[in-house]
């Protein structure tokens, strides 16, 4: 099991510094970008109704309409697929942006990314899917380097194994 998430865990460094440092802005502005503009936005504010405690996190009530839209398995449980939607983009970016399970993020991203070009933007035309497609592209390079020098991740390789 240790051999595994080390695999999972352990970066791909590039031969210059100078690269790795390129790739981590990159993979932090992305990250953060899918996190505080796109992941954000589809979870409601916190709220309290009269008589009851305060509700965090609920998932905003467009984004599960606009899921069971899709058809197929996302009408069967739009609320679940909102969930991860939400929070593969809120949480997945924000791991990405610092490099944390870099490549799990990037995979759960991914996902996303792809269910949001073919279900959702695939009619816009270019300019529409544009956005998803960035952050795939982004997505998949991290899932196959991990974070690099500049991240969490390298940081727990070099500590604990």
Known sequence: MKLIIKKIIHPILQEHILADAIFAIVRFICGMLLALSFGADKFGMPWTPPGQNLQFFEVSAWFPEDVASYGGIFAL??????????????????????????????????????????????????????????????????????SGRFGLDYLIIKKCY
């Open 77 to 146: 449980a739009p609320v679940f697929f909102a969930w991860m939607g939400a929070f593969s983009e809120a949480v997945g970016g924000l791991f990405l942006a610092f490099g944390l399970k870099t490549r799990v993020a990037a995979f759960l991203i991914a996902c996303t990314m792809l269910v949001a070009i073919f279900c959702q933007k695939w009619g816009q035309g270019v300019w529409g899917i544009l956005p998803a497609m960035s952050f795939l592209w982004v997505a998949l390079y991290n899932l196959y380097l991990g």
